[in-house]
């Protein structure tokens, strides 16, 4: 999917150095997958609004609808276009680094947004704009603990933990945020299995049957988004065993808070795409302008569980 359109900075914002010299500057993104989830089909759509409501920035947009090899072709076209800068959510945070590092032989900054990609490809990168996955992860485990806690079974709980797509950053970030601060707050939990459930909430659901026939006793569950973590809810509730077990998951779903409304779902990570996307733009952005830009940018997610959720507004997506 291509879509092409004129933009000025987000409002309030002044144009200021390099850019100066040019009527506009041109911004291309290549996005990870539109409409496998709300989140993503939420992002496209805020970035697009981001962008309308100005005159001063054009913009590229493409979708690599999950496919490496496409989103590697994709950043090679808009490297063909000699667009000012490029955005990139990774389909993969490996395979795409050889694609990104062409763009910034080309002399084209790359903005990484939402996921990052691998280390050994920090050197092609402007800036990294999103959310910090690996605080996300250890959030999560404190969410799990202190209601472990609360319940007085911090000593004896058994967990599993269903994670995000394999060889994605985010998955790999958010599971090693949580297996990490897990044994630091509550070191007599036990995580009985891990297993992925590619972001997709049937997927997850059936993953979650499966360790329910495996595991006698869960006591919690950590998905790493609320997708998933519903379908988990799902698979628990038709086996009658929902109220046994503490839900936390990220990236705060509208199902996700609607479970939480419901008394079924305890916590998780709140997290707006459209806080994600204007966040992206406004780094490309900056970073044209030559102003001083954090490598790591990152934008605030913080917890939300059934006893602070009244602080929140329900999210769109």
Do not use: H
Request: glycine content about 8%.
């Amino acid at each position: 999917m291509t879509r092409k359109l004129t933009a000025a900075l987000v409002a309030g914002t002044a144009l200021a150095g390099p850019a100066m010299a040019q009527d506009t500057m041109t911004i291309g993104i290549t996005q990870n997958n539109v409409g496998v989830d709300s989140y993503q089909t939420t992002y496209e759509s805020a970035f697009i609004d981001a962008a309308a409501a100005n005159d001063a920035v054009e913009t590229v947009v493409l979708d690599a609808g999950g496919d490496v090899a496409r989103q590697i072709a994709q950043v090679e076209d808009l490297i063909q276009q000699q667009v000012d800068a490029i955005i990139i959510w990774p389909t993969n945070g490996e395979a795409v680094i050889p694609a990104v590092r062409k763009a910034s032989q080309a002399g084209i900054p790359v903005i990484v947004t939402n996921s990052n990609i691998a280390e050994q490809g920090f050197d092609f990168v402007a800036s990294f704009s999103g959310p910090d996955n690996i605080t996300q992860g250890a959030r999560a485990a404190e969410i799990m603990c202190d209601r472990f806690k609360a319940l007085g079974i911090e000593t004896e709980a058994e967990i599993v933990q269903i994670s995000g797509q394999p060889g994605y950053t985010t998955a790999i970030e958010r599971a090693k945020g949580f297996e990490d601060r897990l044994p630091e707050v509550c070191p007599e939990v036990t995580l009985l299995e891990t297993q992925p459930g590619d972001w997709n909430r049937e997927k997850s659901q059936q993953v979650m049957e499966a360790f329910l026939v495996k595991y006698d006793s869960i006591d919690g569950v950590y998905a790493g988004d609320d997708n998933m973590g519903v379908g988990a809810l799902n698979a628990a509730k038709a086996a009658g065993r929902a109220g046994d077990i503490t839900f936390v998951g990220a990236t705060n779903f509208a199902v996700g808070y609607e479970a939480m409304e419901a008394g079924d779902y305890w916590g998780s990570i709140y997290q707006s795409p459209v806080d994600d996307a204007e966040a992206a733009l406004q780094t490309a952005i900056d970073v044209l302008n030559g102003e001083d830009v954090p490598f790591l940018n990152y934008f605030d997610t913080p917890k939300i569980t059934q006893d602070n959720m009244g602080e929140f507004t329900k999210p769109v997506f």
